[in-house]
């Protein structure tokens, strides 16, 4: 870019300064609603910056439901699944691209079918089935399919970015003796790290801002995440919308940080997983 025009680069740095600010507005406006008190908030025309923060709409807010509790099963729930989708994932990853067996990439065409399968089709049978073992109002509905499998998106991504690394590695590993978890364990995992970050930032996310799962296998309160506690908190709280986005703050902030943090590595996974095989 160095090598552009200045009017160019100015261009092209306006454009990308509009577009962060496109981005980012609807969050200031949460933030900035959540902070500021009733009577502000029907101000015609509304102010961007309030002249005062009452950040007391916070504690109301928490205050209203237990928002405590609501935040650890969430953390149970996201912490179990990104755990279990980064082994089975990357365990099944692993199988599809280093070792050689027979209908291999015909049992893998078949997997990549269940993409085109949304949730809503298999929601009932899977109630049923957690139903029949008497497990729903449990977080296992929510944390055991992570186990087996990882999704069928994640096990594409990571045995795409598999594929990409030589197998050289392989054999020369083999030559000292290492058997299959080995070489898994100790150069694949190490290799893949980026892409394995990448899967669990987007694992994280899904399972932090679900809704519809925890909805169908969830159904009292002091099991809730934080998503069907802020559902709660609306039916109760929807005028006061100061004290709605003081609560959806709390939930969205987390997702913010921990992007923000590995925002350097999800970029560069997504860069260097390819598509091949």
């Given amino acids: 870019m160095s090598k552009l025009p200045v009017l160019q680069r100015c261009v092209i740095y306006a454009l990308l300064l509009a577009g962060t600010v496109f981005c980012l507005f ?9 902070l500021i008190g ?3 908030l029907y101000q015609m025309p509304p102010t961007i910056f309030p002249e005062s923060l009452s950040w007391g709409n916070y504690k109301t807010a928490l205050e209203a439901y237990p928002f405590e509790r609501f935040f650890v099963n969430s953390t149970i729930v996201t912490g179990s699944a990104v755990v279990g989708v ?3 994932s990357s365990i099944c990853a692993y199988s ?3 070792i050689d067996w027979k209908g291999r990439d015909k049992v893998f065409g078949f997997i990549l079918s269940g993409l ?7 929601m009932i049978p899977q109630f049923v089935f957690w139903n029949a073992l008497h497990l729903t109002d449990t977080f296992v509905p929510l944390i055991a399919p992570s186990w087996f499998g990882g999704g069928v998106f994640n096990i ?3 045995r795409q970015f598999f594929l990409s690394i030589p197998r050289d590695l392989d054999e020369a590993a083999k030559v000292d003796g290492a058997g299959h978890f080995r070489i898994y364990w100790q150069i694949i995992l190490p290799v893949a790290k980026q892409a394995m970050i990448v899967v669990g930032l987007l694992t994280f996310l899904a399972n932090w801002n679900d809704y519809l799962g925890p909805l169908a296998f969830i159904t009292s309160e002091k099991n809730y995440t ?7 908190f609306q039916g109760s709280y929807s005028a006061q919308w100061h004290l709605m986005m003081a609560a959806t703050a709390v939930i969205v902030i987390p997702s913010l940080i ?7 590595h999800f970029i560069e996974g997504i860069a260097m997983t390819g598509i091949k095989g």
């Fill in 258 to 264: 921990i992007f923000f943090i590995a925002q350097r």
């Fill in 38 to 40: 009733m009577g502000d």
């Fill in 96 to 98: 599809f691209s280093r």
């Fill in 26 to 34: 609807p969050i200031f406006w949460m933030l900035r609603t959540s």
């Fill in 226 to 232: 934080l998503m069907q506690g802020l559902t709660l």
């Fill in 156 to 158: 594409f991504l990571l």
């Fill in 86 to 88: 980064l082994l089975s």
């Fill in 116 to 122: 085109m399968i949304p949730f809503f089709v298999v």
